[in-house]
């Protein structure tokens, strides 16, 4: 027992996932497959005069996406799949990089935490460990949807044979270009180094963590911190590069330096909204005793600052591009602004209202970010808001005007709860507060 | 007009914190704490409202916004229209950046501003300081005093809590 000033003890709690909990996660995961198949019903059905209009989007979604080099690309356009099976395909990509990324974020977010001695959040440390929890998921179902692109190259336009090789049919000497860096065996590589860091790093700090609730002492703390210091190094680089490889090579003609930081801007934020979240609910079902006002305030500005972080680099982004306007640059915001007959730009806006507006105004008082009740509507808005986020950086890319939501929320249901399923269960695993933790006397006396 | 206070000379923060608390408890009503630093918890402890400076900001920062995109509007849109790179007379996402960058100077300049004004910490002939140590080392604790006060059961109160000195001083214009 760790010996507090103002209290007599702190003893471990440990989280009970009740049968109807996890009743209630596979509800969510049949719910999602139920809405997977009526929309995969619906889009084999139902897409009859529908035809003409995906023929013209395609065609103007070509010539925008291969303005630039449409003299050298226009015999060989390979054939797609039918478009029940890429939006399966493409969706199953989307949620896999989102929720991967966020569960990285609860590694970070610790890691960053320990290097800053921060004591604050370590009444919120378990839930970030349990974050974490679908990182090992995360890298088969990449290695698995990789190899699913192979039918019928859904995903990435760069891996169709014979793109890189001059005097083929279907040879674009951009992309020809990028060969060193964007080629199968390398980019599985570094996908496997990127999930694997991760997952070292998560694995290694939580056994420091747990140690050090069975036998207490200062010296896993400071061993944390090492470990913690050197995965930051590795994940500055591989967030970044993963950003690239998983997300921006979808649109393969285009690059942006600001990508790899927009895309860590929009898991970060959703990672300390999952965190907030996970916290409340842990908090109103009479857990987390030791989680005051004041922690839920510093994850509020949390919410509140990083939502506006991301926000800087998403107009960062748009405004050099927008303001240069130079054709390969701004076909990325084209296609999302008024491309494909404008199907995206509703989206495109409610994008940053969901992201932007809604959480500044509503989180800028103090009051707001002690309150349960607002803390909880704006992070299940910044989730939602950022998984459209990520909606909008792949669906432009892959499906051009085919786009759709009811199969893609299908599969995000099944996801989420999937990563319910995992996530409680390494929470009931440990105690929910970490005992032994030198800061502990420092957060639970937290105020701001 | 002239006030008169019992000043309460503390060493230690903690001893301070400790002694607010237990001064408030014994009925007696705290004028101000002078400390060299800032100590966390001594607003809770003097029973001190919130400020309602964040309302001043907010307001500020929207003079700056409303500021900006007035005077961008008007200056580039109908008083002295130009072609810039091709874009509109009146193109927002170019105005974002010198939007912000006014909200925050307009919000800050007028924070500190209002933040003086309220604290009176504007320039003056005479400053009005109690105790010229409460700006090095000493912790120093104003009890307004005026003639029915029993100073010798205040200055027992002072120093029961741990301060060091007790003493008395008259201050005009305060």
Redesign the interface.
């Known amino acids: 027992m760790a010996t507090l000033t103002h209290q007599e003890s702190v003893t471990a709690e440990y989280l009970e996932v009740t049968s109807g909990t996890r009743k209630n996660f596979i509800l969510i995961i049949i719910a999602g497959v139920v809405l997977l198949i009526v929309g995969v019903i619906v889009s084999l059905f139902g897409g009859g005069g529908h035809e003409a209009a995906e023929g013209a989007a395609a065609a103007h979604g070509a010539t925008a996406a291969h303005g630039a080099v449409a003299a050298g690309h226009g015999g060989g356009e390979h054939h797609s799949s039918a478009p029940w099976l890429k939006r399966i395909i493409v969706s199953l990509w989307h949620n896999n990089v989102f929720f991967t990324g966020v569960s990285a974020i609860g590694t970070v977010f610790m890691a960053i935490q320990y290097v800053a001695y921060a004591g604050w959040s370590v009444v919120v440390k378990r839930i970030n460990e349990a974050l974490s929890a679908w990182l090992v998921p995360g890298l088969v179902i990449m290695l698995v949807v990789f190899g699913l692109n192979f039918i019928n190259y859904d995903l990435f336009h760069w891996t169709v044979p014979g793109i890189m090789d001059k005097g083929n049919a279907n040879y674009d000497a951009i992309i020809a270009g990028k060969s060193g860096f964007l080629n199968i065996p390398f980019y599985v590589i570094r996908m496997v180094v990127y999930l694997g860091l991760w997952i070292y790093f998560t694995k290694r700090l939580r056994d420091l963590s747990l140690s050090e609730d069975l036998n207490g002492g200062t010296a896993y703390f400071h061993k944390s911190i090492n470990v913690s210091a050197l995965f930051l190094v590795f994940y500055a680089v591989t967030s970044s590069m993963s950003a690239w490889d998983w997300v921006m090579s979808v649109d393969v003609h285009w690059f942006s330096t600001m990508f790899g930081w927009y895309v860590f801007a929009s898991w970060w934020v959703s990672g300390i909204a999952a965190v907030t979240l996970c916290a409340i609910l842990l908090k109103q079902a009479g857990y987390l005793p030791l989680l005051k006002d004041g922690h839920l305030h510093d994850l509020g500005k949390f919410m509140f600052g990083f939502s506006i972080f991301w926000t800087y680099l998403w107009?960062s982004q748009?405004?050099l591009i927008?303001?240069a306007?130079m054709p390969e640059e701004s076909v990325y915001f084209n296609q999302r602004l008024g491309g494909f007959n404008g199907q995206y730009t509703w989206l495109f806006y409610s994008n940053l209202a969901i992201n932007f507006v809604f959480p500044f105004l509503v989180l800028?008082?103090?009051d707001a970010k002690r309150q349960m009740i607002m803390l909880k509507i704006v992070s299940i808005a910044i989730l939602i808001g950022h998984w459209s986020d990520f909606y909008l950086m792949f669906m432009p890319g892959t499906m051009k005007g085919e786009n759709g939501f009811i199969i893609e929320i299908g599969i995000a249901l099944i996801f989420l709860g999937s990563f319910l399923i995992l996530m409680t269960k390494r929470l009931a695993q440990a105690s929910l507060t970490p005992i032994h933790h030198p800061f502990l006397d420092e957060s639970v006396h937290h105020?701001t | 007009m002239t006030k008169r206070f019992a000043l309460g000379i503390f060493e230690d923060e903690d001893v301070l914190l400790h002694a607010v608390e237990n001064v408030r408890e014994a009925g007696v009503k705290i004028y101000e704490v002078f400390t060299p630093f800032p100590i966390h918890g001594i607003d809770d402890a003097l029973g001190i409202e919130r400020s309602r400076l964040p309302i001043a900001a907010f307001f500020f920062g929207l003079t700056g916004l409303s500021f900006a995109l007035w005077m961008q509007i008007y200056m580039l849109g109908f008083d002295w229209p130009m072609i810039i790179g091709g874009k509109p007379h009146i193109a927002l996402p170019a105005f974002i950046p010198v939007t912000f960058e006014l909200t925050v100077l307009f919000c800050c300049h007028g924070m500190v501003i209002t933040f003086y004004a309220i604290s009176k910490l504007y320039p003056r002939w005479r400053t009005p300081v109690l105790d010229v140590r409460s700006t090095d080392d000493k912790f120093v604790m104003a009890i307004e005093v005026n003639e029915n006060t029993d100073m010798n059961k205040l200055t027992q109160i002072l120093r029961e809590n741990g301060a060091s000195e007790v003493n008395q001083k008259e201050m005009s214009k305060f």
């Open positions: 107009f748009f405004m927008w303001y306007n800028m008082t103090r105020t």
